[in-house]
């Protein structure tokens, strides 16, 4: 093998090197971060893209005489940790890094113990008080949630559906209150819309919703562990699937991750049917600066009325609002008729420094 033959073997492989290192380091960093697929996808491409360019840089006869140059590797990945350090602080500016869902400040409260729930004192845990930090519902959003109210009394099958969740399902979401402190009105009206009445409901839709919460995909190891703490039970025991309190418990940890990033019930809410990171997309559309304690009059006009398979994220948040209240006026022997006001103390768990307090 002749000298020249082995120069543009070596050639070839220090452009490998200058293309490739960019991809693995923006793979390494994504996953070390822990951020979304989505990110990780999108700054490989980018760093892919920028590279090739770099590459083809670098074939020209205008500087053609770093082909040869020791120095080559160390050019090619500057470029490269500077192509990624642009990406990422554009992200981080823009998107954000996911946050870990499981923090001393967690809003999900726990009976910490080793014997089982059972064990815990009559009332259960008191709320953690970093749930006092969570905005609620702001009045101005009573009127939205009046209007869903008033359409789904009138209409006969909503009134079944709430019933069925009183009479058959009523005493997984006490218990559920019990070992979390979220309102059994609240985690009820939430399967109310979810589960078309707080039904089992098997991964038979679009996007594989499954149980009463309707969970998505595999919640992430950080939600099965703050379930199994809260059941008193190994994560491995932890069976969302096929459980119905434990899907319960585990769409409400998911929901309580939700509030602990945004800061807010109602974006929170929100979040569960459309993602925080699409959340926070609908209030960059509204030009807001600050993503965190905002309420939904803040950006309602940039949420999408409607979405994939029938989904109207607009008023999503504003049915799981009215679900509550049908739920807690029918569990006080109220009728469910048609109102010409709604007031703010009306739906359970608009105040989240006051979950867990009622009862």
């Not at 200058?18 to 990780?40: E, Q």
């Not at 930090?133 to 949630?145: C, D, F, S």
């Not at 985690?187 to 309707?214: K, V, Y």
């Not at 979040?271 to 925080?276: D, E, K, L, T």
Request: aromatic share 10%.
């Amino acid at each position: 093998m002749n000298k020249d033959t082995l120069i543009r073997i070596g050639g070839r492989l220090w452009a490998a090197v200058i293309k490739y290192t960019p991809i693995v380091i923006g793979a390494i960093w994504c996953f070390l971060r822990k951020w979304t697929p989505i990110m990780w996808s999108a700054l490989v491409s980018w760093s892919w893209r920028f590279m090739c360019f770099v590459g083809r840089l670098i074939r020209t006869t205008a500087i053609s005489p770093l082909r040869g140059s020791p120095k080559v590797w160390l050019f090619g990945a500057t470029w490269g940790v500077l192509c990624t350090g642009i990406a990422v602080l554009c992200f981080t500016v823009f998107y954000g890094p996911v946050e870990n869902p499981i923090t001393k400040d967690s809003l999900i409260a726990t009976c910490d113990i080793e014997d089982g729930p059972e064990e815990c004192d009559e009332d259960g845990p008191e709320a953690p008080k970093a749930r006092s930090l969570v905005r609620g519902i702001e009045p101005n959003e009573t009127q939205y949630v009046l209007k869903q109210y008033n359409e789904f009394v009138g209409n006969p099958t909503w009134a079944k559906r709430t019933n069925d969740c009183l009479t058959e399902y009523w005493h997984y979401f006490e218990d559920a209150e019990r070992l979390t402190r979220y309102p059994a009105e609240l985690i009820a009206g939430m399967s109310l819309i979810e589960a078309e009445g707080c039904q089992f409901i098997p991964a038979r839709n679009g996007d594989g919703g499954i149980g009463p919460m309707q969970i998505t995909g595999y919640p992430g190891s950080g939600i099965i562990k703050r379930a199994a703490k809260i059941l008193s039970i190994s994560e491995g025991e932890v069976d969302y699937k096929n459980d119905y309190l434990h899907n319960v418990v585990v769409g409400t940890a998911i929901l309580a991750n939700y509030e602990s990033q945004l800061q807010s019930r109602g974006p929170g809410l929100l979040a569960y049917n459309r993602g925080p990171g699409n959340v926070r997309k609908d209030m960059r559309r509204a030009k807001l600066t600050s993503l965190k304690r905002r309420v939904l009059s803040d950006f309602r006009g940039a949420i999408p009325y409607s979405a994939g398979r029938g989904g109207k994220p607009r008023i999503y948040a504003d049915k799981v609002l009215a679900g509550m209240v049908m739920i807690d006026r029918m569990s006080r022997g109220l009728t469910l008729n048609t109102l010409s006001s709604l007031d703010l103390d009306e739906i359970p768990g608009s105040d989240p420094s006051q979950d867990g307090k009622n009862r």
